[in-house]
């Protein structure tokens, strides 16, 4: 009898231990469980940050609304941790990153994942150039220098593969408020070339936006006058140094990494550019503005005083794009020497385009998918 109950008893104790390891067993597996679920949701997060990070604004604007998603890649994150991430545009200014952590066992498998999503938008400015030149006050055009409505895109901007152009249409030459003075040999062609329009004002010359509303979405503000622009790269593998003033972008080496670098550019006061290279986005001047020496810049320019650009002997200005100089009333809008102005709708679509600046929604722009 005492054998009996002794062995009942042991088996009662047997029972006790083993449902305390069991316990204690599920206990650990629901804590780790609930630790790589939380592994998996940090990474979704970490990996919406680093496709936002990532994200350039040219990139976006070539996704097709309501098309298939980008496939941004897969990076690990250590400790048998990865995301993947997607992109994909829902409407003109609207795009979904879709991210998905996991955390893995040592045999690649799927121990938890978490999915995220983030509504971004990409605001770009809206801006109307009227063709080569527009002014308001007296416009001097002088020496070999050259304005252009004719629609031109830059050299090299054709060859396969080809930057996406719009379709060319020609606008003024100069559009202009004032009086012009057209003197030596310089050329002025457009369609048309001359065109005096009385209504031109500070209010409307740039179109459906103003001075103050591109200035709000300045990138790079510049503390002093530029002497040489030029792509700058940093680090290994070498990316587009965006810290350097006199870096505003690279519109000819489709190689470098600052070839979707465009700047919206700010400068207060009066600003004089010199000496040599070429840079590409929005030139924005609160002052006056003057340029010389051997400088191309690929996109509009614009100025809230008059703009003085001037070639000097075997040295030549380009521009690419635009150039609008805004209430003018005292001062002069000259271009003499090898100075040359040419609009281009392709390098202006770029530039604001490139320059675009993305942001999340302020409203349910993040969710948990699951």
């Not at 400015?125 to 001097?140: D, E, N, Q």
């Not at 396969?160 to 719009?166: F, G, I, L, R, Y």
């Not at 009333?329 to 392709?346: I, M, P």
Request: charged share 15%; net charge neutral.
């Amino acid at each position: 009898m005492a054998l009996a109950v002794a062995l009942f008893a042991l088996v009662i104790i047997g029972l006790l231990v083993a449902g305390t390891f069991f316990s204690g067993r599920l206990e650990q597996q629901s804590g780790q469980n609930t630790f790589y679920a939380g592994q998996a949701a940090e990474a979704a997060e970490a990996g919406i940050s680093d496709a936002i990070g990532s994200a350039v604004p040219t990139t976006l604007m070539g996704l097709p609304v309501g098309g298939a998603a980008m496939d941004l890649g897969t990076v690990s994150l250590g400790s048998r941790v990865d995301v993947t991430k997607q992109l994909s545009r829902l409407t003109s200014s609207v795009f979904l990153i879709r991210t998905v952590g996991s955390r893995r066992n040592a045999a690649g498998t799927a121990m938890a994942t978490r999915s995220a999503g983030s509504l971004l938008r990409l605001v770009t400015p809206h801006l109307l150039m009227r063709g080569g030149l527009s002014a308001i006050g007296h416009i001097t055009v002088t020496g070999n220098s050259t304005v252009s409505g004719n629609d031109t895109t830059p050299p090299g901007w054709k060859v396969s593969p080809a930057v996406d152009c719009p379709p060319e249409v020609d606008k003024p030459g100069v559009a202009y408020n004032g009086s012009l003075t057209q003197t030596g040999s310089s050329q002025i062609t457009g369609n048309p070339p001359k065109q005096a329009d009385p209504t031109l004002n500070a209010g409307n010359l740039m179109g459906g936006t103003d001075f103050a509303a591109l200035k709000a979405l300045r990138t790079l503000n510049l503390t002093g006058n530029i002497s040489g622009i030029g792509a700058a790269t940093t680090g290994t593998p070498p990316v587009c140094n965006t810290a350097l003033e006199n870096n505003w972008g690279e519109p000819v080496d489709r190689t470098s990494p600052c070839w979707n670098y465009f700047p919206i550019i700010y400068h207060y006061g009066d600003l004089s550019i010199s000496g040599s290279g070429s840079g590409q986005g929005i030139l924005l001047v609160e002052g006056n503005l003057s340029v010389q020496g051997r400088v191309s810049f690929f996109g509009p320019v614009i100025a809230t005083g008059a703009v003085n650009v001037r070639g000097t002997g075997s040295d030549d200005v380009k521009f690419y794009g635009g150039i609008i100089a805004s209430d003018v009333q005292l001062d002069d809008s000259r271009l003499s020497g090898n100075a040359t102005v040419l609009y281009s709708s392709c390098a202006n679509r770029r530039a604001l385009q490139g320059s675009g600046v993305i942001t999340r929604l302020s409203e349910r722009g993040w969710v948990q998918l699951y």
